[in-house]
């Protein structure tokens, strides 16, 4: 059975007090809003029945209404689409258009001040956004997806619609999806958790962001890697937070010096398993020393497992997380690289005193989670579908890893220093004497999207260099991409 | 053809240069994962062949390790599930359980000091999630939500994914859907927009959240309405905001009592179409004045249109944003209730002037919105079963209503004010002499679920009734479910 669509109804205001008759009431208020701009070429009208219907009144006066408007060339009639407005107008009515982005805007009255922290943001193009081309930074390799599988699942859940799963979720996620990633968790990434106290957000920035709230206040001090992950820094600067700089080494974050810098700070935010971005592991004793400092100064670990589950050379490593004995851990996952990032499902693991009151932060921010990809994505689980995604892609990315490496070694030997390669989905090059942010914006120009290594710095300059992602980009393509980036690089060096 | 599913790699650390043999180790790990409950009865494991080729070793001591721990009673393995871990384990192992919610905690050492503004949140479960009965507020009549042809979209866009559909998305939204609701918005809602200043977000609150930090800075202070929507209140005091209420009367808020009790407030929420909770319409003068107001004080007008779409008595009212010359007006809108809560999808029409600001703060809070149930939503307006949606909800929720008013005016008679029954999803009933908190704790014993109108005011005690929605109580059981109300109230009263 094929329906006609239907148009949705513009604010028409009948009077029939008025000495105009409704016809007229009627094509008055369609030209208007047409020559307006409200409606437009291709907008779609109700048809004639359902307009008398919603406006309460006979189908005769809005028969003549639109007949005139259709014989002025304001309305047309498509077959199977219905009555819509005439992408051809007539009488040049069209031409007070409002401005539109890039004009100047409308000179507004009166002061328009916004939130102080909000002047804390950068209001750039976020790095994970980027067109198709080589190494773009956490990009996944979308063509090997199982979507035989995932949609699936999609088109079972669909079948199963009921009331439980329309209404209004838990805050904390869907109870299956959240016993599942417990599980998963305490399996492959050795936290010590219970399905309660993992709490589903859109992603490891969501997660940040309702743990910084929970936990800081304005004006407290928090340690960062250095360098360290640029989209956390908006987290902390859009809550007011001081953001101490503690320097990474070989071993990772250097505790001894974050506690010269400011033993007191509240919090440290730090990506153990792969350093962001050099790739560092962070060593037994220095996860040991972290665990201390936080102890004694009442302060807390915020642990980003970004990519942990991706490791070439060796077994992943265990969290954090497992070590802690005094619940001071924050552990913050995502499906962002192990599926997809348009997703945008992701996990808390939270201190069990904790739990109420992330939840109440939850409720304030935006309720709860959508409930239908919780759905898919916990079957996706319980039906191993997931162990054994990430096997294949474990095997996929460490070719494409090693390949990538292999060509940098080949095109620019022992110029750059290479790190980060053994894990994840992204490698870090350090070259000295270029100008990695100009280099970045002329390569930019050649689809070749690269993040500047000097970008991971709060304090400028640190180390020259890329971030330089290899999930997208294929075996075979690898080779060339390099070149291509060594000649961009000498080309902007010349 | 049906694969095994495969189970997580646990984390095994294999030693080739322990004097313990291979299959020992295995053996340990595994059995110490079991009695330490990382792994638990059901969880799968993974097949020998996997795991040798996870732990980069040959299958043999595997082999060997898997045979006793089934032999011990440890594994078992299942038909078409491969080997799990044993519902019914050996010789007590499981005794030494960590504790669960509502146990103790652990006594953690160290000072666990949370965020002074995360103090000021409820920790109590949200009036919108409810069981199954009669009165939850803001439910949806889910048995007539058109779920074939949403299905049917739903796979259609399961065989589209690409590149663009898996990846990062627009911190904005999809612009297929923005498109989509800034037509709508603007036909239907007298609301002045381009798509461009359209952002998707997961529902009012995230819309309110994100327009709070963007706005406004802690210490500020926000008129609300009193009484107002409870849970907005929540937005403003997790960012520190100073709330000051302005009285409601017949003509809504009262602007010129707001402008006694705090002239210079940064901003004002408000609900002109359907005042939630007691239903008045904001009259034109008022709206004149609130908008006068802004522009000379520099405030900006957050207008919460949640449930607008929905008037039985008389067209939908055209909103306020459209009144306002100057774009001091965030238009807050959601799909909650025109479509279902668990969607998760509303959105924010944002000045052109800060659509920058809105968009970075919304990169810092959560990157951007989950991109496949926008693309459905797209396809659902544009081919128009949102706005035949919308026509048969309005009559149906417009029966509900009459239904309702009818049969509490038949029980109550003139004991009870109703208001608000003329629009959206609830209406109030306000009644002298009661305690509206212990009746509702005493009806929702009996699976009716009653918001005390009390708790709508910032200032107790407030008017004394009950917030009652009947988006999903059929019109025959509304007489029922209000005898059953009004004997609640009789013997609580007695």
Redesign the interface.
């Given at each position: 059975m094929k329906?006609?669509?239907?148009?949705?109804?513009?604010?028409?205001?009948?009077d029939r007090a008025l000495r105009k008759p409704l016809h007229r009431q009627i094509y008055d208020a369609y030209r208007g809003?047409i020559v307006g701009?409200?409606?437009?070429a291709g907008?779609?009208v109700?048809s004639t029945r359902?307009l008398a219907?919603?406006?309460g009144i006979s189908r005769i006066p809005i028969l003549n209404a639109y007949a005139q408007l259709q014989a002025e060339g304001y309305f047309e009639t498509r077959v199977g689409a219905?009555t819509i407005v005439s992408a051809s107008l007539p009488d040049q009515m069209v031409a007070v258009r409002?401005s539109?982005?890039g004009a100047a805007?409308?000179n507004?009255?009166?002061?328009?001040?916004?939130?102080?922290?909000?002047e804390a943001?950068?209001?750039g193009e976020?790095p994970?956004?980027r067109g198709?081309g080589a190494f773009s930074v956490n990009?996944?390799a979308?063509d090997q997806?199982p979507?035989q599988i995932?949609?699936s699942l999609?088109?079972r859940h669909?079948?199963r619609?009921?009331?439980n799963?329309?209404?209004?979720?838990?805050?904390m996620g869907l109870s299956e999806l959240c016993g599942a990633i417990a599980?998963?968790l305490?399996?492959?990434?050795?936290v010590?958790c219970?399905p309660?106290q993992i709490m589903i957000?859109?992603?490891s920035?969501?997660g940040l962001?309702i743990a910084t709230?929970?936990?800081?206040?304005?004006g407290d001090s928090v340690w960062m890697e250095e360098p360290g992950y640029s989209?956390a820094r908006?987290?902390f600067?859009?809550h007011?937070c001081q953001i101490l700089p503690v320097p990474v080494d070989g071993e990772g974050l250097n505790v001894a010096a974050g506690i010269k810098i400011g033993r007191s700070a509240?919090a440290a935010l730090v990506t153990p398993s792969h350093q962001h971005p050099l790739g560092v592991t962070m060593s037994a004793s220095r996860r040991l020393q972290l665990l201390q400092w936080?102890?004694?100064?009442?302060s807390w670990i915020l642990e980003d497992d970004y990519d942990s589950e991706y490791r070439y050379e060796s077994?992943?490593i265990?969290s954090l997380q497992g070590l802690d004995a005094?619940?001071?851990v924050i552990y913050i996952g995502t499906f962002?690289k192990v599926l997809?990032?348009?997703?945008?499902l992701g996990y808390l693991v939270i201190?069990?005193?904790?739990?109420?009151?992330f939840?109440?932060?939850r409720?304030?921010?935006?309720?709860?989670?959508?409930?239908?990809?919780q759905s898919v994505l916990a079957d996706f689980i319980h039906?191993?579908?997931?162990?054994?995604h990430l096997?294949r892609m474990r095997i996929l990315y460490g070719e494409r890893s090693r390949a990538m490496v292999r060509a940098i070694r080949d095109e620019l030997g022992p110029a750059a220093e290479i790190t980060g390669g053994d894990a994840g989905m992204n490698l870090s090059i350090t070259l000295k004497g270029i100008d990695d942010q100009a280099i970045a914006d002329e390569a930019a120009r050649q689809n070749l999207w690269l993040v500047p290594l000097s970008s991971s710095y709060l304090r400028r300059p640190g180390r020259q260099g890329f971030i330089l992602g290899f999930g997208n980009v294929p075996v075979e393509q690898i080779q060339g991409a390099v070149r291509k980036l060594i000649s961009t690089i000498n080309r902007a060096g010349a």
């Amino acid at each position: 059975m094929k329906k006609v669509a239907s148009g949705i109804s513009p604010l028409i205001a009948i009077d029939r007090a008025l000495r105009k008759p409704l016809h007229r009431q009627i094509y008055d208020a369609y030209r208007g809003a047409i020559v307006g701009h409200s409606l437009r070429a291709g907008d779609r009208v109700p048809s004639t029945r359902l307009l008398a219907s919603d406006l309460g009144i006979s189908r005769i006066p809005i028969l003549n209404a639109y007949a005139q408007l259709q014989a002025e060339g304001y309305f047309e009639t498509r077959v199977g689409a219905g009555t819509i407005v005439s992408a051809s107008l007539p009488d040049q009515m069209v031409a007070v258009r409002p401005s539109r982005t890039g004009a100047a805007f409308p000179n507004h009255r009166g002061v328009r001040r916004l939130s102080k922290q909000s002047e804390a943001l950068p209001l750039g193009e976020s790095p994970l956004r980027r067109g198709p081309g080589a190494f773009s930074v956490n990009q996944i390799a979308v063509d090997q997806f199982p979507f035989q599988i995932w949609n699936s699942l999609v088109v079972r859940h669909c079948r199963r619609a009921s009331m439980n799963s329309l209404n209004y979720g838990n805050p904390m996620g869907l109870s299956e999806l959240c016993g599942a990633i417990a599980t998963y968790l305490r399996t492959a990434r050795g936290v010590r958790c219970e399905p309660e106290q993992i709490m589903i957000v859109s992603g490891s920035q969501q997660g940040l962001e309702i743990a910084t709230r929970v936990l800081l206040d304005r004006g407290d001090s928090v340690w960062m890697e250095e360098p360290g992950y640029s989209l956390a820094r908006s987290v902390f600067a859009f809550h007011g937070c001081q953001i101490l700089p503690v320097p990474v080494d070989g071993e990772g974050l250097n505790v001894a010096a974050g506690i010269k810098i400011g033993r007191s700070a509240r919090a440290a935010l730090v990506t153990p398993s792969h350093q962001h971005p050099l790739g560092v592991t962070m060593s037994a004793s220095r996860r040991l020393q972290l665990l201390q400092w936080a102890e004694s100064s009442g302060s807390w670990i915020l642990e980003d497992d970004y990519d942990s589950e991706y490791r070439y050379e060796s077994m992943p490593i265990a969290s954090l997380q497992g070590l802690d004995a005094n619940a001071r851990v924050i552990y913050i996952g995502t499906f962002s690289k192990v599926l997809f990032p348009s997703l945008r499902l992701g996990y808390l693991v939270i201190p069990q005193d904790l739990v109420a009151r992330f939840r109440a932060a939850r409720v304030a921010i935006d309720l709860n989670p959508p409930v239908f990809s919780q759905s898919v994505l916990a079957d996706f689980i319980h039906e191993g579908h997931f162990s054994r995604h990430l096997r294949r892609m474990r095997i996929l990315y460490g070719e494409r890893s090693r390949a990538m490496v292999r060509a940098i070694r080949d095109e620019l030997g022992p110029a750059a220093e290479i790190t980060g390669g053994d894990a994840g989905m992204n490698l870090s090059i350090t070259l000295k004497g270029i100008d990695d942010q100009a280099i970045a914006d002329e390569a930019a120009r050649q689809n070749l999207w690269l993040v500047p290594l000097s970008s991971s710095y709060l304090r400028r300059p640190g180390r020259q260099g890329f971030i330089l992602g290899f999930g997208n980009v294929p075996v075979e393509q690898i080779q060339g991409a390099v070149r291509k980036l060594i000649s961009t690089i000498n080309r902007a060096g010349a």
